[in-house]
């Protein structure tokens, strides 16, 4: 509490003003405020559980020139939840969904707050640097907006852009902060907090506490031409994985339709040790060898937008990337649910959107199909999860007087595929829910 207060009485008298120049300095507050609500709805026999939760970002910017500081501190708040603490009495499984608005290692924390951004950059007409934490966007590393705070790394971006309009990326982190957490990780340490499944012999995962890795580096490489864009990266996660990955996305008119077409591909090796060199303790066995592939197709016209995914990963052991980094790359993503821990999938998904009220108002379907491993296979299926079903309506809306304001509502079901009797513990947590949420965002001087 002293920290919050110590940090209040700094930057509060940055907020009366948007921008101001004094002696070549130039202040500028930067706010973020959300609200969530979150429930989750199962048949009878399962604990239901609902969250409303709130986070507040108090930062300030000082640019000097060339030359940018940044810092922001990030309070929480559960201002009313259910009892998230204690496991679904049938399942036995802990609260999957709203527990992760708050801290998931103190689930009883109603309070509490971190210091999530303090950076320095120096940016020029064709590179820039910047060294602290900050946020981040990168193929398997990225902020994501499923819960009340984004990923934050701490660590080290350089990128360079040519005059044809190349650019080069790279990052070399060291701790990251994570959605559903107070506290900044060290890169192994940050492997588990989410739900860890199954280990390679059906056991209880254990490389929570146990994974050794010290740092991630990522180079990116991208170009845009005018109707194609194209992107390469490289994630090295020290002793665990290496993933490379390409995407190329070519959009183009004809008939009054701009037509969406786009492809991707990926391969993740094992590296090290995988995390450990007790096998029983790894993240990932050094031996995996996995390859994904995605593509899409579709078309916008007038207020309209649709397109069809497809995914199919293969390889041997699993493709593995942390949940509590980011959300998946490929095409299939659909938000509330990821693919990763799978050594073979298929995925199909469906995406229609309709614009209104000049763009402030957009309303949209996805729909997706994913047949995943068989659940007695826990090498291939490290989550014990079915084949499901997923379907997502939602509606996003931005007042037209109320600049930075906008709300988002996402409805999601899950029902497993085919009539494979299932255990409590296949369920909860996977399917046969009604998912329920309302996010509230509110920006200032983004």
């Known amino acids: 509490m002293f920290r919050i207060n110590v940090l209040l009485l700094i930057f509060l008298p940055l907020f009366g003003f948007a921008q101001q120049e004094k002696k070549g300095i130039i202040l500028s507050p930067d706010l973020h405020f959300r609200t969530f609500w979150m429930s989750t709805n199962y048949p009878s026999d399962f604990k ?22 940044q810092v922001g501190y990030r309070v929480f708040a559960n201002l009313w939840s259910s009892d998230l603490a204690s496991p679904d009495p049938l399942s036995g499984q802990p609260n ?14 109603k309070f509490f707050g971190k210091l999530e951004t303090l950076s320095i950059s120096y940016q020029n007409s064709n590179w820039g640097a910047s060294l602290g934490r900050m946020g981040i966007n990168s193929d398997w590393i990225n902020a994501q907006d499923g819960r009340l705070s984004p990923t934050a790394i701490e660590g080290l971006h350089t990128w360079f852009s040519t005059s044809d309009d190349w650019k080069f990326d790279v990052w070399a982190i060291s701790r990251i902060s994570i959605r559903g957490s107070s506290e900044w990780f060290g ?5 588990g907090i989410l739900p860890v499944g199954r280990d390679i012999n059906g056991k209880p995962a254990a490389y929570f506490g146990n994974t050794e890795s010290d740092w991630i580096g990522i180079f990116e490489l991208s170009k845009k031409w005018k109707i194609l864009s194209a992107s390469f990266s490289n994630t090295l996660v020290e002793n665990v994985s290496n993933t490379v990955w390409v995407s190329a996305d070519r959009n183009f008119e004809k008939k009054n339709v701009t037509w969406i077409t786009g492809i991707q591909a990926g391969y993740q090796i094992g590296i090290g040790d995988g995390g450990n060199a007790d096998l029983a303790l790894a993240y990932k066995n050094p031996k995996d060898k996995n390859w994904v592939i995605s593509g899409r197709f579709g ?15 293969g390889g041997d052991g699993r493709w ?18 990821r693919n990763e821990g799978f050594q073979s999938l298929d995925a199909i998904t469906g995406y229609i959107e309709h614009q209104f009220i000049n763009q402030r108002l957009v309303a949209y379907l996805n729909m997706g199909f994913h047949w995943l491993p068989d659940l007695d296979d826990a090498i291939a299926n490290k989550y ?14 931005k007042p037209e007087n109320i600049k930075g304001l ?12 085919g009539n494979e009797q299932l255990k409590p513990n296949q369920r909860y947590n996977k399917i046969e829910m009604i998912h329920f949420n309302l996010i509230a965002n509110w920006k200032f001087n983004k």
Do not use: C
């Open 406 to 417: 906008d709300f988002h509502l996402i409805v999601m079901n899950k029902e497993a595929l």
């Open 48 to 69: 239901n559980d609902f969250a409303l939760g709130s986070s507040l970002n108090l930062g300030a910017k000082a640019r000097i020139q060339k030359f940018e500081l």
């Open 299 to 313: 078309g916008k016209k007038g207020q309209w937008t649709s397109h069809l995914s497809y995914t199919k990963v």
């Open 96 to 109: 999957r969904y709203e527990a992760g608005l708050f801290d998931l290692l103190n689930p009883k924390d």
């Open 320 to 337: 593995l990337s942390p949940r509590e980094w980011g959300k998946d790359a490929w095409y299939t993503f659909i938000p509330r649910e």
């Open 187 to 191: 890169v192994g340490e940050s492997m």
């Open 384 to 397: 014990n999860f079915p084949s499901y079903r997923q379907i997502n309506l939602g509606l996003k809306y």
